[in-house]
């Protein structure tokens, strides 16, 4: 099989894995808050990420080299979690994901002044068509009434956009255990302070679904690394809009959910200027970063590590 016929397959199938985890965050959503899944899905994978990081025998210690960004970068990561998984259990799946699409978008913004990109005038178009799109998922004054849920989902797409460029800023200059652990460490304790104000008894069915998420969210991870060793980012990178429908299959399945007119054409948009942008930075005379090509992964939600962390301990170069 061609590598890049693999790529693509491997990430279809990543992808695939992602959103059936997000079934399940919205399933629990409905019995309990983001602080309580987020902290037991990560209870659940640090087993695995440990195993993974007693595994670095390479010198240094676990302290940042830049430590005033790693404690941006990880509370910019929990937050992304908890508005995200609180956005599942209020919105359509589709509609979740319609707005966190817009994450490249913001990624291409904050990479002006954080990372001294140049924007040309046909990525700015792209960037401008991507929000109007999230206007039209949104469409305010149309007769949806704009809920904290749409705020959530808007400020986890900013909050993941934050983290991915600060791990692109400081990235090269970071031991990769250090970027993988701090944000999962940061939500350990973070969510489990929140634990005695919010927690809700939980049966073993429900607990086992934690485990099932800390589950797909490291096959879905394993699958996207094997993705980007098989073919370039060009070709893995726009695979992540699959998920759209995966959204609409489950969220009919499982809730009953519909895609209306304008969550379609919204995402049409906004989808289609994120692959704009994706192949344009994949030009090296465009982009000097490419901030959104090395994201390599969806949002960092803090209960599992960045794709892009494991991508340099397996002997990738970029964060």
Known sequence: MHSNLRGALLSLAA??????????????????????????SGLMGFPLVTMMLMGDRRGGTLIPRHPW?????????????????????????????????????LITLLAIPMLGERVGLR??????????????????????E??????????????????????????????????????MVLTFFAMGATMPFVYAPMPVGHLGLTAVMAILGNLGALGTIA????????IVAPMQYSQILWAALYGWIFFGESVDLYTALGSAV?????????????????????PVLETRSRMETGTQPRISSWLRRRGGDQA
Request: aromatic share 12%.
């Open 15 to 40: 992808f695939g894995a992602y959103a059936t985890h997000d079934v399940v965050v919205k399933l629990l959503g409905e019995s309990y808050t983001s602080f309580q899944i987020m902290f037991f």
């Open 69 to 105: 960004w790693s404690i941006l970068r990880s509370v910019s990561a929990v937050t992304t979690g908890a508005l995200g998984f609180y956005a599942f259990s209020q919105l359509p799946l589709a509609q979740c994901y319609a707005i966190f699409f817009a994450m490249p978008l």
């Open 123 to 144: 990525r700015g178009i792209a960037v401008v068509m991507g929000l109007l799109g999230v206007l039209i998922v949104l469409r305010p004054g149309a007769g949806q």
């Open 146 to 183: 704009f809920s904290l849920g749409h705020l959530a989902a808007i400020g986890a797409a900013a909050a993941g956009a934050l983290s991915a460029v600060i791990v692109r800023k400081i990235g090269g200059a970071e031991r990769s255990v250090v970027l993988m652990l701090y944000p």
């Open 227 to 234: 993705a980007y060793r098989a073919a370039p980012a060009v």
């Open 270 to 290: 906004i989808i289609g200027s994120g692959i704009y942008i994706v192949l344009r930075e994949g030009t090296p005379s465009v982009s000097q970063n490419r």
